[in-house]
Structures are given as C-alpha cells and as structure tokens.
C-alpha cells in the first residue's frame, strides 16, 4: 500500500513537472508573438523576403550602436519607457535613428527567449 502510495507521489510530481514546463514554453511563446506583432515584425519580414540589403542594414553590430549613440549619451535620450531608454543614434551613413537600450530584467529575458531560437538565428544577434 505504501509503495503504491509512494509510486502515485512521484507519479503526480513528475506529472506536475511535465505540465509546469509545457505552460512555461506556451508562455514564452506568446510573448515572443506579442513582441513580433508589436515591433511591426511581419512587416520587416516582408521587407527582407522582397529586398535582401535590408536584411543586412538591419543587423547592427553593439559596437556601431554604441558609436551610433555616443556611448548611451545622455544628451541622446529621447525617452523611455518601461522597457528600456530611447536614444537618437546617426548611423555611420548618416541615416538618423531610434534605439532602444533594453533594461537589465528585460535583457535578461530577451535572451533566455533568443537561447531557445535554433543557433542560426542565434548567432545574428550579438548584444
Ligand atoms: N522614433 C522615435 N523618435 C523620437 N522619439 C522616440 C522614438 N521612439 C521612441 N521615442 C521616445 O521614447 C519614448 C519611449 O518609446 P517606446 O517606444 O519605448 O515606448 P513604449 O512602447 O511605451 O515603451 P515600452 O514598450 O518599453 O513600455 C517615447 O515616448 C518617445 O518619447
């Protein structure tokens, strides 16, 4: 009786387990939809799959934004909001633009979401 006992907790628990991480993955997956949607991701889809050099203007090393921004400058911010400061940053060909530097708890999050893209994804993204 007891081992049937015993047998149902680990049962229940490695069941409990199962159901957690699969929400855990629903839930990530939502937000990185959310995002998508949100920073208009289909239409830079849409752009890249018509027009390859886009694709490329849109991969920024760090350090091209840091020049880009005079290092976070504080005289660059635009503004923020809950996720992180808007700078003004001028591309080294002089196009003018808005980046946004994410907070630590979003960066954070941002990558463990990147960590489960496959690795060919992965590696378009360096900060
Ligand atoms: N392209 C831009 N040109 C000028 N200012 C901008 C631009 N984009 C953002 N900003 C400034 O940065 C502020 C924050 O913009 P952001 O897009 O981060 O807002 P948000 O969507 O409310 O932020 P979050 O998603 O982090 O809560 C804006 O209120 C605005 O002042």
């Keep these: ?5 015993g047998a149902v907790v680990i049962l229940s628990f490695f069941i409990a387990l199962f159901i957690s991480k699969k929400i855990k993955h629903r839930r990530a997956q939502m937000l990185k ?3 998508f949607l949100k920073n208009r991701g289909q ?3 849409q752009l890249v799959s018509q027009r ?5 203007r849109m991969v920024i090393t760090l350090e091209e934004i840091e020049k880009a921004t005079n290092n976070f400058d504080k005289t660059r911010e635009l503004g923020g909001g809950g996720h992180g400061m ?3 940053g001028i591309l080294s060909d002089l196009h003018v633009v808005a980046m946004k530097k994410p907070k ?3 960066r954070r999050r941002l990558m463990s979401s990147l960590m489960r893209l496959p690795s060919y994804h992965r590696s378009t993204i360096e900060m």
């Design 86 to 88: 808007v700078y003004k």
């Design 1 to 5: 009786m007891g081992v049937a006992i």
């Design 33 to 35: 939809r959310h995002f």
């Design 43 to 45: 239409l830079l889809q």
């Design 104 to 106: 630590k708890w979003f």
């Design 52 to 56: 390859a050099d886009i694709a490329e």
